[in-house]
């Protein structure tokens, strides 16, 4: 009797325990019922707003009485030059005469001589003499003169890191002895007809300096054997 009773009450325990965990289940998903159907409606997390949709396909309002231009401004090219407000070196050369030379500083080379422009420094040169002959080219019309010509050199320290050489009214190209000669004193050498040899001292020498930049230059009326007289 004492165990039947004993089971009894077990019985009547569990069935008490699934009701309350039935109810508490049942309470919980009407809970979570509720949520569902009351909760806000959330939007998706990249969806762009109305407002930042307008703020996007805003576009920019003429004022009244504005109108384009029918034509672009014209361009001032004086505003594009970098080296417009550089000083200009004291020895650029502004006229290339016949017989000579005119450079900023006033300074006239004539008579038929070179010039040699040196760290700021202007020289006549006259490489013929070295030479003992008015003819400047060899045989092969090439450029060529005795490493004497450019004695000053050897006495310069810092050397300039290039030497413009003007050959007279046309262009010719440089022996090889006498680059050769040019290298070996750590020189870089650029052949040019004299006038454009003058044109890219200038500007060169206004960009880098005349310590970086030297030239030696004979008269644009030079003939070979004859000279510029």
């Known amino acids: 009797m004492a165990m039947r ?17 039935q109810t508490t289940r049942s309470s919980s998903q009407s809970s979570i019922a509720s949520l569902r159907t009351t909760g806000p409606a959330l939007s998706h997390p990249f969806q762009p707003s109305i407002a930042s949709r307008r703020l996007l396909h805003a576009s920019v309002t003429r004022r009244k009485g504005q109108e384009a231009p029918a034509q672009p401004p014209p361009t001032d090219f004086a505003e594009l030059d970098v080296l417009g407000n550089a000083p200009v070196p004291s020895t650029s050369v502004d006229v290339c005469m016949y017989d000579g030379f005119g450079l900023n500083s006033g300074a006239t080379i004539s008579d038929g001589n070179g010039v040699l422009l040196i760290d700021g420094e202007v020289f006549n040169w006259r490489p013929w003499e070295v030479k003992g002959s008015m003819h400047l080219a060899n045989k092969k019309g090439q450029f060529e003169i005795p490493p004497q010509a450019f004695a ?53 020498a206004t960009e880098r300096g005349v310590s970086d930049v030297a030239a030696a230059m004979i008269p644009v009326g030079w003939k070979d054997g004859v000279g510029a007289q």
């Not at 009773?5 to 965990?21: D, G, K, N, T």
């Open 152 to 204: 000053l050199f050897d006495l310069l320290w810092p050397r300039p890191d290039l030497l413009i050489i003007g050959v007279g009214p046309s262009i010719m190209p440089l022996a090889p002895a006498t680059r050769r000669y040019l290298s070996e004193l750590g020189m870089r050498v650029e052949i040019l007809d004299t006038r454009n040899a003058a044109a890219q001292f200038n500007l060169l």
């Open 5 to 21: 009773s004993f089971i009894r009450s077990c019985s009547a325990q569990r069935a008490v325990r699934q009701a309350l965990s």
